[in-house]
C-alpha cells in the first residue's frame, strides 16, 4: 500500500485515469512513465485502502435477462450478454467489444476465481483484454494452456505474466509454439523438463479461460498463421470452430485436426476442467460459438448482447 504523500497522490491519479478516463494499465504506465506492474500495484493499493468503492450496477453493462435467456437455454452455469453499441453496418466496433468482453471478464474473474485456484488462460485478442482490466486476484497459480502464437501482447506468455503480476501467484508457461511444424518436433518439445512440467500442471486446472476461433468464415490466429492449403483441408474436413487450438465441426464433435502438431491441454483434460469460461463475440463468430455451446465443454459464455440474442433465436 502506498505510503508517501507522493505515492498517494500517484495513486489517485492512477485511480481517476483507469475509473473515470477510460485508459488501460498500458496506457496509464506509458502516459506516466512508470511499469504496468506498477499500476497494477496501486490501483489495488487504491482499492485496498478505499480511495475506489466499487457499486456494481448489473443494468449498466450487462443485458441480464438475455443473460438468463441464454444461460438456461444451453444449459451453462452462467452467461453475460454484454452491451455493446453497433456500426452502422450492424457490427460492434473491434476494438470496443474486445474492450467490454474482457473488462467484464476481469470482473468475473476477481469475484469468483480463490486462492486454491488453478488457473488457466489460452490466448487472442479478446483474453489478453482481460488483463488491462483485472486490479486483483488471490495468490492462485496461473497455467498457460497452449504454447505461443499471435503478436506478443496476445500470446499466452505475455497474458500469464501480466496476470500473475497481479495474483502473486505461480506462473506456469509454455516456451514453445502452438503449432510445431511436424509431429516429431510436437514429440520432441513434450519431452523438455520445463514443457512437460507445465503440460502435467493441466490437470490441476479448476478454471480456464478460453478463446474461441471461427474457421467459416475465417477470424483465428491458428487459421491465420497455416498454409493455405492446410487450411483448406481443414474446413473441407469440416472445421468450424476452435479453441486452445482443438478443432470443432459444426455439430460440437471434435475433429483431430492439428492434434499431433499441438503444444497444449487435450481434450480430455479441458473436459475435466470444473470450470471453462469462453470470452468470445462478433458477427463472425456466432457459427464457431454455436459449435463451442454443442460440444458441452463450456460452463460459462461471455458475449456480446446482439451475439446472445443470435443464439438464443437459433433454431437448431
Known amino acids: 500500500m502506498a505510503e508517501t504523500t507522493g505515492d498517494q497522490e500517484l495513486m489517485g491519479h492512477v485511480a481517476r485515469l483507469f475509473y473515470l478516463g477510460g485508459l488501460t494499465r498500458v496506457q496509464i504506465a506509458q502516459r506516466l512513465g512508470i511499469s504496468r506492474f506498477k499500476t497494477g500495484r496501486l490501483l489495488t493499493a487504491a482499492l485496498e485502502s478505499g480511495v475506489v468503492t466499487i457499486t456494481l450496477k448489473p443494468s449498466a453493462l450487462i443485458a441480464s435477462e438475455v ?9 451453462l452455469r452462467s452467461a453475460y450478454a454484454v452491451r455493446v453499441d453497433e456500426g452502422v453496418d450492424g457490427e460492434p466496433d473491434r476494438d470496443l467489444l474486445h474492450e467490454r468482453l474482457g473488462r467484464v471478464a476481469a470482473g468475473v474473474l476477481s469475484e469468483t476465481v480463490t486462492k486454491d485456484d488453478v488457473l488457466g488462460l489460452d490466448s487472442g485478442r479478446t483474453v489478453s483484454h482481460i488483463a488491462d482490466h483485472l486490479n486483483r486476484l488471490p495468490p492462485c497459480d496461473v497455467v498457460q494452456l497452449t504454447g505461443l502464437t499471435g503478436t506478443v501482447q496476445q500470446t499466452g506468455l505475455e497474458i500469464l505474466g501480466r496476470i500473475t503480476a497481479i495474483s502473486g501467484g505461480q506462473a506456469h508457461p509454455i516456451y514453445a509454439p502452438m503449432i510445431t ?13 520445463g514443457i512437460r512440467s ?8 479448476t478454471r480456464a479461460v478460453v478463446s474461441v476461433g471461427s474457421w467459416s468464415p475465417p477470424d483465428s490466429q491458428v487459421y491465420d498463421r497455416l498454409p493455405a492449403a ?44 470444473d470450470h471453462v469460461i ?20 463450456l460452463d460459462t459464455l461471455i458475449t456480446d448482447e446482439a451475439t446472445a440474442r443470435a443464439l438464443l433465436a437459433w433454431q437448431g
Open 278 to 297: 469462453a470470452v468470445a463475440g462478433g458477427t463472425v463468430k456466432r457459427r464457431a460459438i454455436t459449435a463451442m455451446l454443442r460440444s458441452r465443454i
Open 181 to 193: 511444424p511436424d509431429s516429431d518436433s510436437a514429440d520432441a518439445m513434450r519431452r523438455q523438463p
Open 230 to 273: 492446410e487450411r483448406t483441408a481443414l474446413v473441407k474436413s469440416g472445421v468450424v470452430a476452435e479453441t486452445c487450438a482443438l478443432m470443432f465441426d459444426a455439430d460440437g464433435q471434435a475433429l483431430r485436426g492439428l492434434d499431433d502438431r499441438r503444444i497444449g491441454i487435450s481434450l480430455q483434460e479441458l473436459r475435466a476442467v
Open 198 to 205: 507445465t503440460t502435467d500442471y493441466f490437470r490441476k486446472v
Open 67 to 75: 443473460s438468463d435467456a441464454l444461460a438456461g437455454r444451453f444449459g
